[in-house]
Nanobody, 124 residues
Framework: QVQLVESGGGLVQAGGSLSLSCAAS????????LGWFRQAPGKERDFVAGIRWSDGRTYYAESVKGRCTISRDNAKNTVALRMNSLKPEDTAVYYCAASFRVEVSATSTMYAYWGQGTQVTVSS
């Protein structure tokens, strides 16, 4: 089992920045990649960014490319998501998820473990 706990969500004005963190515990060595997803009310859960634990290779959704940076700290088993130039449409619950796959996937069903989510609200 891998336990994931997100933190860092909150309310921010449009154009502002926010950093989210995901702390992993348990059998973390079994997880190869970690992704961030988000889900707005009434919408599907969408991929935001992902990172591979081994070499830090990153992947981003087109909607956030250039505005978000995902990074990892292997020693602390944490993954951060830095979001800049936030827009009201970025408002959602943000989830981190861990996968056994060696390549980052944008498909939520490829992830075996999920955190409880953290709310990000961007006001206009």
């Amino acid at each position: 089992q891998v336990q994931l706990v997100e933190s860092g969500g909150g309310l921010v004005q449009a154009g502002g920045s926010l950093s989210l963190s995901c702390a992993a515990s348990g059998r973390t060595f079994s997880s190869k990649t970690l992704g961030w997803f988000r889900q707005a009310p009434g919408k599907e859960r969408d991929f935001v960014a992902g990172i591979r634990w081994s070499d830090g290779r990153t992947y981003y959704a087109e909607s956030v490319k250039g505005r978000c940076t995902i990074s990892r700290d292997n020693a602390k088993n944490t993954v951060a998501l830095r979001m800049n130039s936030l827009k009201p449409e970025d408002t959602a619950v943000y989830y981190c998820a861990a996968s056994f796959r060696v390549e980052v996937s944008a498909t939520s069903t490829m992830y075996a473990y999920w955190g409880q989510g953290t709310q990000v609200t961007v006001s206009s």
